[in-house]
Each structure stands twice: as C-alpha cells, then as structure tokens.
Nanobody, 124 residues
C-alpha cells in the first residue's frame, strides 16, 4: 500500500526559507517521477498547482514560473525521499503542499497525491 510521509512546512516571514521532505513506501520509488503540488487558501475547488516535478533519476526537473529560481526539487532514491527547498518565500506561496507520485518515470506523466499535505504559511 502506497504511503507518503511528509515533513517540514510551517510558518515563516516573507523572504524566509522552508524545506519539505516526503518519504515514500509501498512502491518502487526510484522508478517513478515525483512532484510537489500545492493548493492555496480559498481554492479548495480548483486543481492543485504543480510547483515542481522531478523525473525518476533526478536528471530532469520542471518548475512553475511562479517558483522558478526560488524552489529546488531533489530526490534521494537510496532514501526513497523527495525534497523541496523553498527560499525567498512570498505570501502567495501560502498553501497546503502535497507530495505526488507519478504513474511513470518521466516528468510529463500523471500524478496522484496521498495524504493531507503540509501547511506552509508565509506572512508579510
């Protein structure tokens, strides 16, 4: 059974940094792309926004324009873990962040998220 354990998140002032991590079990982690998605407050009825994605080997990444240059996604296949380093945070980064597992190893696959996510709050 797929299980994702998220850690990190919290509250920070604008300009600050936070790191998220997601440990995956129940699937052969190194075979699948991973992504971090987010849902901002008041947008519960909208699709989650993909913030960043990484292919199975970590050699390819993708970032939303809104986070490019500020967020870094990485993975450690030996630890079944994907990371999101967030810096120069802005109030508009406030959201619940989710870890998603791809259906395949390439970036442009579909993803599924499990669990409740982790809250990131950036105050101005």
């Amino acid at each position: 059974q797929l299980q994702l354990v998220l850690s990190g998140g919290g509250s920070v002032q604008a300009g600050g940094s936070l790191n998220l991590s997601c440990v995956v079990s129940g699937r052969h982690f190194s075979s699948f792309a991973m992504r971090w998605s987010r849902r901002a407050p008041g947008k519960e009825n909208e699709e989650r926004e993909t913030a960043a994605a990484i292919n199975w080997s970590g050699t390819e990444t993708w970032y939303a324009d809104s986070v490019k240059g500020r967020f870094t996604i990485s993975r450690d296949n030996a630890k079944d873990t994907v990371y999101l380093e967030m810096s120069s945070l802005k109030p508009e980064d406030t959201a619940v962040y989710y870890c998603g597992v791809g259906a395949a190893g390439n970036l442009y696959t579909s993803y599924e998220e499990w669990g409740q996510g982790t809250q990131v709050t950036v105050s101005s």
